[in-house]
């Protein structure tokens, strides 16, 4: 088995079954195989850009990983602007990109792309020698989906030729995202937060009301004319959000609480960690 190989039959045994891409010279045997001889579905782009932005969509439709492929150098340099929004995102997306040979020092083609995949904020892994791509492939992956965010491998096309032991395909497999579910008193803390910033938005949203309907006011006296209609403030008219409370000046009670059906139900449900 080849590496370009192994890569392939890693993505399919970890359920990767549609891919995106804009095929080139660093990424053809990989495409050729996955969509010749593994019977992954391959959807061309005509701009690389435009193939990792497939794959971020059907990563956010589906709550699967997109998988993209480009090949190097330009190939990569063209993918920027679709991985930033990827990563911005928070898609589980799996790039595959080609890279000069490594004995290619001058190559025309050569760019640091790990520097360049780090600058839009995305993960890298390195892809340390034949003998691991299984196992960099398969743990690239798995970081896409529990991270959520774009995960790039570069594999140089002369490694991509060498051969590899298919072993540790048996060892390929998708790790499981780990649900936790807070305690109560956690979640009744933070309930209690959500109902207090609602409160405090409100009195906000009506303060600034107040605030431009008095400043309007000033600037035309007119619209206040004592004989036609009462001032603002004797008119006993206040906004439910900040009326006074009948002993003082704070505000009296107001239904903003986080409570009931809605507060059970956010305190059975499972919770996702965010890395």
Request: hydrophobic share 35%.
């Amino acid at each position: 088995m080849l590496v370009y190989e192994a890569v392939g039959e890693t993505l399919k045994r970890l359920g990767v079954d549609t891919l995106f891409g804009l095929m080139g010279d660093g990424n053809m045997r990989f495409v050729a195989h996955a969509g010749g001889e593994l019977g992954l579905s391959y959807y061309t782009a005509r701009h690389e850009g435009g193939a990792v932005a497939m794959a971020d969509g059907y990563a956010r439709a589906s709550n699967r990983v997109g998988v993209a492929t480009v090949t190097q150098g330009p190939g990569v340099t063209n993918t920027l602007t679709a991985l930033t929004e990827a990563a911005k995102g928070g898609s589980s997306l799996l790039l595959i990109a080609g890279q000069t040979p490594t004995m290619a020092l001058r190559h025309n083609q050569a760019v640091d792309q790990n520097a360049v995949f780090a600058s839009t904020g995305i993960g890298v892994q390195r892809i340390r020698g034949p003998a691991t791509v299984i196992a960099d492939v398969a743990l690239a992956y798995n970081r896409a989906r529990l991270e959520q965010r774009p995960i790039a491998v570069s594999i140089p096309s002369d490694m991509s030729i060498q051969p590899c032991s298919p072993g540790p395909l048996g060892q390929v497999r998708v790790q499981a995202v780990a649900r936790h579910r807070p305690d109560d008193a956690t979640t009744e803390d933070l309930c209690d937060s959500i109902g207090t910033a609602r409160l405090m938005a409100t009195h906000a949203r009506w303060s600034g009301s107040l605030c431009w309907l008095r400043s309007c006011m000033q600037c035309r006296p007119r619209w206040h004319n004592p004989t036609s209609s009462p001032a603002w403030g004797h008119s006993g008219f206040a906004p439910p959000a900040i009326r006074s409370s009948p002993g003082g000046t704070s505000p009296g009670p107001v239904s903003q609480s986080f409570s009931g059906a809605r507060r059970e139900r956010f305190r059975t449900s499972s919770v996702i960690p965010m890395p």
